[in-house]
């Protein structure tokens, strides 16, 4: 142990306070291998630091990545439902879109699948004391795809232009009370520093991949994005036509180095059915996301990769607080407990999902108070609880989405309601019609008494806790208000320690249960599926597939 000691001790010379406590929370047990990489990721430790200190406390170090197989050359063919609405950096809110966007572009930061930071366009970031301010350090010589070089100009017009309410971008969803216009501040063309609207533990997300508008674009991008795409990423735009595909050739001078594939091509369909013929028929080599639902024939098939990966990714189903049938929490309560959450995990995805417990806070997060109690079905007590709210039941509609099983679960839905005298009728609309305009009057999502939507993966889960729940959440379908939920979701954001984090986070999840505004029946697994041929791909639990280094053939 001595030894151990003073090799960690020799590490932790020059280095942070939060970076020393992520040592010595290691140390001491608290953390393990995976959540040691996370945490020291998001404070800003370079991976040869937390080389050394698994090392030295008896993990298994980083391993070196793996040698490249595959022959290099030809073209990827991949499917995918296509985008709702204009490719467009600012404004694009659908994974569908964020795959066109980010063949083209890079961010500043990577999340991998493990949820541990890497970097991508920095190289390095720091937060100051209490986690107000964070530096960023870039790459140098990165090139966009019209030549220029590029420096903290074009970072600090990128961030900016994401954080500028006038400009209606899709990231103030995650920027909203993080970080405002005129926070993003040059140091010098090497140096970009973040001040934030208060301290946040986990800023560098909000910069990652995880925040799929934040792609680093030139400093004098002025819209038309479908005609050019010009980004620093690794595959530049050949052809875009809406509705159909897109078309994409290597970038010889990217700055990770020239990708293996000489073309990436992109079809879009209506539906997932013709995806899953398509790959069976070799007309394609990947399909970006498959659902349980409507895909058997792909599993258990050796002509098809099934790529898992865990995630947060889930179904919000929302109640409306403030007056109709819901606005009595203990009816909200009720109809929580008629879900059969096992059977849903089981009927809807083969078990490839986790327990939800009506709150963000998913399994898969190492902030996640483990030790609240698990809503599990009680027909007995939702019928207490709904005779103690004065009701034998009512008539409600519930509105939703025709996307992957959300209609099947929306049946399933009006038979639990069924069981406390609950009659729901089932209102099932096309996306656009669902989102509308994605605000308050004019959208049936954020409009609808009862209503169901989907959320996509996160790295962290601060989006979920802020724009659906609190009391001036931009996407609070709910209209869920609450002061106490306000000031804990505030603490917890601040939080920069993991045992910090966990304590807040407890009292929300407990909060939640009791109110139960959200109803997050499970957290489910991302899957992709491709051609055995395919090599080297990594997909993302938020949609995005890395081609860097993939082969095809």
């Known amino acids: 142990m001595s030894r151990i000691i003073k090799n960690l001790g020799s590490l932790r010379l020059g280095r942070s306070a939060l970076e020393n406590h992520v040592i010595d929370e290691l140390l001491a047990g608290r953390l393990d291998r995976r959540a040691f990489l996370r945490h020291g990721s998001r404070v800003g430790m370079s991976m040869a630091a937390m080389a050394v200190a698994l090392k030295t406390v008896g993990f298994d170090p980083i391993g070196e990545a793996k040698a490249q197989t595959g022959k290099p050359g030809g073209t990827i063919r991949i499917a995918l439902t296509a985008p709702a609405g204009k490719i467009d950096p600012v404004t694009v809110s659908d994974q569908y879109g964020l795959l066109v966007l980010q063949q083209v572009g890079?961010?500043?930061?990577?999340?991998g699948p493990d949820l541990t930071l890497k970097p991508?366009?920095?190289?390095?970031?720091?937060?100051?004391?209490d986690g107000s301010v964070w530096t960023f350090k870039l790459r140098k010589g990165v090139k966009f795809h019209n030549g220029k070089t590029?420096?903290?100009?074009?970072?600090?017009a990128s961030i900016e232009r994401l954080a500028d309410p006038a400009n209606g971008s899709n990231a103030l969803s995650a920027f909203k009370g993080i970080l405002s216009k005129g926070g993003t501040k040059k140091?010098?063309?090497?140096?970009?520093?973040?001040?934030?609207?208060?301290?946040?533990?986990?800023?560098?997300?909000?910069?990652?991949?995880?925040?799929?508008?934040?792609i680093i674009l030139p400093a004098d991008y002025s819209g038309d994005f479908e005609a050019h795409m010009v980004g620093t990423g690794p595959f530049k735009l050949?052809?875009?036509t809406p509705k159909v595909g897109a078309t994409f050739v290597k970038n010889e001078d990217y700055w990770g180095g020239p990708p293996l594939l000489d073309k990436v091509e992109l079809s879009f369909y209506d539906a997932q059915q013709p995806q899953v013929l398509a790959l069976l028929g070799g007309q394609v080599d990947v399909i970006q996301q498959v659902s349980v639902q409507g895909s058997q024939s792909l599993f258990n098939n050796p002509a098809v990769n099934i790529i898992r990966l865990p995630s947060d990714a889930h179904r919000q189903i929302h109640m409306k607080c403030q007056k109709g049938p819901f606005a009595d929490k203990r009816v909200r309560q009720a109809m929580a407990l008629t879900f059969d959450r096992e059977k849903l995990i089981q009927g809807l995805f083969r078990g490839w999902a986790a327990l939800g417990n009506d709150s963000p806070f998913a399994p898969i997060f190492p902030s996640t108070d483990k030790s609240v109690p698990q809503r599990r079905q009680d027909i007995a007590k939702a019928k207490q609880l709904m005779a103690d709210a004065g009701t034998s039941g009512f008539d409600v509609t519930f509105t939703t989405m025709s996307i992957q099983e959300l209609p099947a679960l929306a049946s399933i839905i009006k038979n639990f309601g069924a069981e406390i005298g609950i009659n729901i009728n089932l209102k099932i609309e096309d996306s656009g019609a669902y989102y509308g305009s994605a605000v308050p009057g004019k959208s049936d999502w954020l409009d609808s008494e009862f209503g169901m939507t989907d959320y996509g993966h996160r790295g962290i889960p601060n989006v979920f806790l802020t724009a659906p729940l609190k009391s001036d959440g931009t996407w609070n379908a709910a209209n869920f208000q609450n002061k106490e939920y306000d000031k804990l979701v505030t603490d917890y954001v601040a939080a920069l320690d993991l045992q910090s984090q966990q304590e807040v986070a407890g009292k929300i999840q407990r909060l939640l249960l009791d109110e139960t505004p959200i109803i997050f029946p499970f957290f489910y697994d991302y899957l992709t599926a491709a051609s055995p041929k395919v090599k080297n791909m990594q997909p993302t639990a938020m949609g995005q597939i890395f081609l860097q280094h993939a082969t095809v053939g």
């Open 150 to 156: 590029m420096t903290a100009d074009d970072v600090v």
């Open 120 to 129: 991508m366009l920095a190289t390095e970031w720091k937060p100051n004391d």
């Open 238 to 240: 050949e052809k875009y």
């Open 106 to 111: 890079d961010f500043l930061v990577l999340d």
């Open 187 to 214: 140091v010098d063309d090497e140096t970009v520093a973040f001040h934030l609207d208060a301290p946040n533990g986990n800023f560098p997300y909000y910069l990652s991949s995880d925040n799929y508008n934040a």
